[in-house]
């Protein structure tokens, strides 16, 4: 399995942009469909973003569209999400995730592997 490390979190102030990383192990990052989940406290895990791994497809969830962007740099092994007018409601633990050969899932059943989390606090 691929090692995943996310990076980038914070506290932020509402209408604020952060940009988190997710840091992949190994050779094979290309192969990978990679995902953005975040769980906020009291709620379930959900999916935000995922981008495929071949002629990248990318997914979001409604809410998150035309705020989030995820995006890809296979030379770096890393994943990013840009996140754009922040809002309170935004704040949650953001999980970076991955499936070798996956489909641009948006279940967490799609990926199988998955990072450590990176906190992302929205200040209002």
């Known amino acids: 399995q691929v090692q995943l490390v996310e990076s980038g979190g914070g506290l932020v102030q509402a209408g604020g942009s952060l940009r988190l990383s997710c840091t992949a192990s190994g050779r094979t990052f290309s192969r990978y469909t990679m995902g953005w989940f975040r769980q906020a406290p009291g709620k379930e895990r959900e999916f935000v973003a995922s981008?495929?791994?071949?002629?990248?497809?990318?997914y979001y969830k409604d809410s998150m569209k035309g705020r989030f962007t995820i995006s890809r740099d296979n030379a770096k092994n890393t994943v990013y999400l840009q996140m754009n007018s922040l809002k309170p409601e935004d704040t949650a633990v953001y999980y970076c995730?991955?499936?070798?050969?996956?489909?641009?899932?948006?279940?967490?059943?799609?990926?199988?592997?998955w990072g450590q989390g990176t906190q992302v606090t929205v200040s209002s």
């Open positions: 981008i495929s791994w071949s002629n990248p497809t990318t």
């Open positions: 995730a991955a499936q070798l050969f996956g489909p641009t899932g948006t279940a967490i059943t799609d990926f199988g592997s």
